[in-house]
Nanobody
Framework: QLVESGGGSVQAGGSLRLSCAASGYTAASFCMAWFRRDSGDEREGVALIGVGDGRREYADSVKGRFTIIRDSTKGTLDLQMNTLKPEDTGTYYC?????????????????WGQGTQVTVS
């Protein structure tokens, strides 16, 4: 089970840290990612950490501002978000897959949380 927390409302330029309680999924054998959806049906990949922790990828829109952090000891996946912009507004989802070649394609992930809302004004 994946459970997100840490969302809220913040002014532009501020910071938030999202956390995903992901016991059972945070071992390095899983690729884990954060997605977000503002409007429409498709979720946008924001950040991922690959199987074995050797790979981190970020959407161009968040590079240099967001950091994905996996703590296998605590069983958590965090997303540190700095210098937030209004376009970062959306519902943020934690996702997991065992697919080694994981990317920002939604269909590659078979475990999802319910999401947490982030609003930047």
């Amino acid at each position: 089970q994946l459970v997100e927390s840490g969302g809220g409302s913040v002014q532009a330029g501020g910071s938030l840290r999202l956390s995903c309680a992901a016991s059972g999924y945070t071992a390095a054998s899983f690729c884990m990612a954060w997605f977000r959806r503002d409007s429409g049906d498709e979720r946008e990949g924001v950040a991922l950490i690959g199987v074995g922790d050797g790979r981190r990828e970020y959407a161009d829109s968040v590079k240099g501002r967001f950091t994905i952090i996996r703590d296998s000891t605590k069983g958590t996946l965090d997303l540190q978000m700095n210098t937030l912009k209004p376009e970062d507004t959306g519902t943020y989802y934690c996702a997991a897959t065992k697919w080694v070649g994981c990317s920002f394609q939604e269909r590659e992930y078979n475990h999802w949380g319910q999401g947490t809302q982030v609003t930047v004004s």
